[in-house]
């Protein structure tokens, strides 16, 4: 359980990295718009995140992931 916790912590502070990037480029009705877009996508992808955490426990996190789908070279 906490490795999951810790990589959504990551996947979150870089989704918040982005949308405050997002929120800077677009002004007013677009500005919100990209943030709702920046939401739903890091949603996905900390979803993604949370089924590789349940299929690879590991703490070594994207690093195992790839060991897994391509083999250890």
Do not use: D, H
Not at 56 to 72: D, E, H, M
């Amino acid at each position: 359980m906490i490795r999951r916790a810790s990589n959504g912590a990551a996947t979150a502070s870089i989704c918040a990295v982005g949308l405050a990037q997002l929120e800077g480029l677009a002004s007013g009705v677009w500005a919100a718009l990209a943030v709702a877009v920046g939401a739903v996508l890091c949603f996905f992808l900390a979803r993604v995140f949370a089924r590789l955490c349940e299929t690879v426990p590991s703490g070594a996190g994207p690093i195992a992931y790839l060991s897994r789908a391509f083999g250890k070279r």
